[in-house]
């Protein structure tokens, strides 16, 4: 395994610099450089290390010494230079999405820590909230967003966005000094990282008195994303999930305005498997979390997304945030 996250998966190692081989009896063996000397130790002191420069030449030597006749390669990770190097006398054989497909069914030490960064999420904004009026700038309340998550959790799980009035059509829009002006809604979207576990929710508040349009969009989007949560289940395709959320915003007349996925699953990556939209191939099964986030983006005129992080269990499904989807109304 070259992809770090997919190495952290399968052994607890978090340096920046690291391969790893996974024997058929499911030991290992990790190669990582002087700099994680120490902490190779510490995080997986059940596998064989070896602190070297010349980490993979040092595995290929180990899996040519065994004599092995085929080795799983991460294709969808490695570079084609890097694959080049390998050489093609192991019986190299693409993994596929093996690995994210494993990393896709959470177990409960996982869970755990999807709740307490989600935990941590909800309480951020909550704390933050009480700040947000009308004069103060999308990169301020980002800012604040930040400091409560690092507060509670490793820090933020990715770039906050705060897109406010018009801004609020772009999607991953950035924070800018954009002052909140009376009549705005605001979409926060935002997450904690817990032990490398990501949360991911968005709010969309109001700032003072919104106009009927605002109001109607921000009703479909609710609508829309209670439908997607109550959609899942083991068994549901990422589709047919997709489908329930998105024909209430077309029922709505919104449908051309909701251009992405329903939803991703979120775990040691803030994007991954599996992903709800309209051409994912993806199946749910039970302990799988995922985002449910519908929206609507009206060019010049603005946005609605609400989203929450969910736990999909085999009879129900767990919301993980929890701050109320009623329209949140700031002054
Ligand atoms: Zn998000
Ligand atoms: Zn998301």
């Not at 994680?36 to 064989?48: M, P, T």
């Not at 030597?61 to 570079?79: M, P």
């Not at 509670?152 to 924070?175: K, L, N």
Request: hydrophobic share 40%; aromatic share 6%; glycine share 10%.
């Amino acid at each position: 395994m070259t992809n770090l996250v997919n190495v952290r998966y399968l052994t607890g190692f978090t340096g920046s610099a690291g391969a790893v081989v996974v024997w058929v009896d499911g030991s290992a063996e990790i190669a990582t450089d002087s700099r994680y000397g120490v902490q190779v130790g510490d995080e997986c002191s059940d596998i064989a290390a070896h602190i070297t420069r010349a980490g993979r030449s040092t595995l290929n030597a180990r899996l040519t010494a065994t004599g092995v006749s085929a080795v799983g390669f991460e294709d969808r990770h490695l570079a084609v230079a890097d694959w080049r190097d390998l050489g093609d006398d192991l019986g190299w054989t693409p993994l596929g999405s093996t690995v994210d497909q494993l990393r896709m069914v959470k177990d409960d030490t996982e869970l755990g820590l999807l709740r307490k960064a989600c935990q941590a999420s909800d309480d951020a904004l909550a704390a933050a909230l009480p700040r947000i009026r009308v004069g103060v700038t999308e990169r301020e309340v980002a800012r604040w967003i930040d400091d409560e998550l690092r507060n509670r959790a490793e820090g933020p799980a990715f770039d906050t966005i705060v897109a406010s009035g018009v801004y609020g059509a772009i999607p991953h829009h950035q924070p800018t000094d954009r002052e909140l002006a009376d009549g705005d809604l605001v979409t926060i979207d935002f997450g904690a990282r817990v032990e490398g576990y990501h949360a991911d929710m968005t709010r969309t508040i109001a700032v003072g008195q919104i106009s009927d349009w605002q109001r109607e969009v921000y009703d479909a989007v609710q609508a829309a994303q209670a439908t997607g949560v109550a959609a899942l289940g083991p068994g549901k395709t990422a589709r047919e999930v997709d489908a329930s959320a998105r024909s209430v915003i077309v029922d709505a007349g919104f449908g051309e305005a909701f251009g992405h996925g329903l939803g991703h699953g979120v775990g040691l990556q803030i994007h991954e498997a599996p992903f709800l939209g309209t051409t994912s191939a993806d199946k749910l099964e039970a302990s799988v979390p995922v985002t449910v986030e519908p929206g609507i983006y009206l060019p010049d005129r603005g946005g609605v997304r609400i989203e929450d992080t969910v736990v999909v269990h085999a009879d129900h499904v767990e919301r993980l945030t929890t701050t109320t989807r009623d329209l949140l109304v700031v002054g």
